[in-house]
């Protein structure tokens, strides 16, 4: 299947062959004939699948064959459950629409509203937007959705997981009934199918695999070794393996932080990124890291959620994660697109806890190794944590919950269940 087999037009054309796209990928065959028919869509992908060129293309080439208005009302509508899903989404929105006459712009919170306004007073026809942001902007008539034709939820799941279902209900009811709806989740949970059964007309389903499942590509290993002695062995296997793109994930934004500046020290270019930052920091340290002025990358579970970083070679633990679930998102940025990656955690004697439930969760035992010179503590306490003070622990963690996606921790435990299920299958 080529790209000039899918009715795409010859600007869409152009732009995928400036990407450098060869051919389209199983979700990007399967969609956009579909879109182009105008059908409603229930779409399984997940980043890395390339859906966002799935439901992008098509939507561009509907809007730039429809009537063009001359005030540009907003004619198509991106909701991403993150401001960076939502900035990555906008680039991609943009490469692709570079040969045709089509605005777009990106709104989300956390940033200044009044340039958002502006833009958007200046007439654009494509919106990409976080629920929170948009409602905002809708309550202060700043804009209007009642010349939408399409509709996208992109990562619907992750949206539910993090509360906004009211929203969304919200914002659909600003909008047209008469509107091509484009469903995007990683699972087909019951709730994603409730919604779906909501606001859906007729919709064609498709369900694409990822190109890897996490836990066959990817190389995963555990370093045993002291708590003290975790800052210098990470120091020694990224400079001694000449790493170049490195994630480290750390449980807290603090943490974070120390780490960054040791790695500095030790001559390791690297970047923070967490709640704390800024978004222009966020931004910043994410197109250092991509475009390889920054080494090695330190991030918090929620601020590396929806970072489009493909091809990632090595990610690292520097500490466990106290939820099993963020494991399996933190290791399935490594191994992207086929290529195979290496995860690693380093593993101090209270972390073991940890380990047996994400052992169990994966349903493999991670081979570990010791490094000389890095060994474990021998007094470090060799039972795991008990079940009791990591769930209290867990529950202080939802407490101080990181960022303003509070209610995004309070849906873990349903999250949990879901996840273990579909890992165990
Ligand atoms: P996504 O799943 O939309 O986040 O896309 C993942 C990555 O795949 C992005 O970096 C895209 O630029 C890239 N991509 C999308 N479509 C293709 C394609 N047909 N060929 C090669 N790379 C692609």
Partial sequence: ?????????????????????????????????????????????????????????????????????????????????????????????????????????????????????????????????????????????????ANIQILVLDEADRMLDMGFLRDIKKIISFMPKQRQNLLFSATFSKEIKKLASEFLHNPMTIEVARENSTVDVIQQKVYRVAKAKKTGLIIKLISEGNWKQVLVFNRTKHGANRLCKKMISAGISASAIHGNKSQGARTKALHGFKNGTVRVLVATDIAARGLDIPLLPHVINFELPNISEDYVHRIGRTGRAGASGEALSLVCGEERGYLRDIEKLIGLKLPTSIVEGFEPDPNAPSKPVKKQQRQSRHSKARKTGEGKNTSEQSHKSRRSKRHRNRYRN
């Avoid at 990928?25 to 699948?49: R, Y």
């Fill in 1 to 145: 299947m080529s790209f000039n087999q899918l009715g795409l037009s010859d600007a869409l054309l152009k732009a995928v062959v400036k990407q450098g796209y060869k051919t389209p990928s199983p979700i990007q065959s399967k969609s956009i004939p579909l879109i182009l028919e105008g059908k409603d869509l229930l779409a399984s992908a997940q980043t890395g699948t390339g859906k966002t060129a799935g439901f992008t293309l098509p939507l561009l080439q509907i809007l730039s064959e429809g009537q063009s208005l001359r005030k540009r009302p907003i004619r198509a509508l991106i909701l991403t459950p993150t401001r960076e899903l939502a900035a990555q989404v906008y680039n991609n929105v943009n490469s692709y629409s570079e040969f045709l006459d089509l605005r777009s712009t990106v709104i989300f919170g956390g940033v200044n509203q009044r340039p958002q306004v502006a833009t958007i007073k200046n007439g654009v026809d494509i919106l990409i937007a976080t629920p929170g942001r948009l409602i905002d902007l809708q309550n202060q008539g700043f804009l209007s959705l």
